[in-house]
């Protein structure tokens, strides 16, 4: 029976780079904002030899992910393994000038989304399957008030359901990927030299054979 494998975050950089990795071992449920991007993924996994199911939805959208979760239970009645990527890069910006947008946007994609998903996912993934997430240590550093703060309570939900799994399943994997020439980091850093920076697909391979996926 093919495995399956929810990527959220799916249409570009390591979500992409994930989604390629593991579509010769599974079937792809590539979730992604960006319609375009992601009928680009499904192209080259098919290329591979690979087949997905696109989901172009918001995670921020309650009433979608409920759909998609029921979807995912209704076709295959399971889940193998979820990769978050889905993350929402709001612009640096000092503490005090932090536009109320910004942080509301960045409170509802990285930490209330991820919050409901993991409600919605558990279920499914059962006591085999496993979750990757994917830290990014910057909160704290000057700038980044509301991606640093959010993202940091993110990886506090993926820890704190890390530990409450340990005995019961599912597995829940933290990594932190090296710097990689992706979209949001060229925001952050737009004079940065990119060739400096490591391949996505090195590092989803990496980080995957690191939790023995």
Request: hydrophobic share 45%.
């Amino acid at each position: 029976m093919t495995k399956t494998a929810l990527i959220t975050g799916a249409s570009r950089g390591l979500g992409a780079a994930m989604a390629l990795a593991l579509a010769p071992t599974h079937h792809i449920v590539a979730v992604a904002k960006t319609t375009g991007a992601l009928e680009e993924l499904d192209d080259r996994i098919k290329e591979a030899g690979g087949a997905a199911t696109l989901a172009p939805m918001d995670i921020a959208n309650d009433a979608a992910m409920q759909t998609l979760c029921r979807g995912i239970f209704d076709r295959w009645g399971s889940l193998d393994l979820w990769v978050h990527c889905a993350i929402h890069a709001a612009p640096l910006a000092p503490a005090n000038m932090i536009g109320e947008k910004d942080m509301s946007k960045s409170i509802a994609g990285n930490v209330a989304a991820t919050a409901t998903l993991i409600t919605y996912i558990a279920p499914l993934l059962g006591i085999d399957g496993q979750a990757v997430f994917l830290n990014d240590p910057v909160s704290g550093q000057p700038f980044y008030g509301a991606y640093g703060a959010t993202k940091a309570a993110q990886i506090a939900l993926a820890k704190s359901w890390q530990a409450e799994t340990v005995k019961t399943g599912p597995k829940v994997h933290i990594a932190t990927p090296n710097p990689m020439p992706t979209a949001t980091r060229a925001r952050f850093h737009p004079g940065e030299d990119r060739a400096t920076l490591h391949d996505p697909t090195v590092e989803a391979k990496r980080i995957l054979s690191e939790f023995g996926i």
